[in-house]
């Protein structure tokens, strides 16, 4: 059986703020493009963001927040595949 490793409460209390800042966080999104994530996610987020409750956040906002950070967070690679893909294009 595997341990979980506990984390003092202040510690955990400041990674929800920071999450929450992150995250959770509305956003204007002001030209919409369809996209689909599978039904499990979907009612995840639904849920999450239904209880939160929070004035102005919705799923895609949500979404959007997660993929800037992603795409920050990895620019480097993201970069190195597109310049590599470019070039052996033809």
Not at 52 to 80: C, F, M, S, W
Request: some cysteine.
């Amino acid at each position: 059986m595997k341990l979980r490793n506990r984390k003092e409460p202040e510690e955990t209390m400041a990674e929800m703020a920071s999450y929450a800042e992150q995250y959770l966080k509305p956003v204007e999104i002001d030209r919409r493009g369809c996209v689909y994530i599978s039904k499990r996610n979907h009612e995840i987020l639904c849920s999450l963001i239904r209880s939160i409750n929070q004035k102005g956040l919705t799923i895609g906002g949500y979404i959007d927040n997660v993929i800037t950070e992603h795409l920050e967070q990895h620019k480097a690679e993201i970069n190195h595949i597109y310049r590599r893909e470019r070039n052996d294009l033809i």
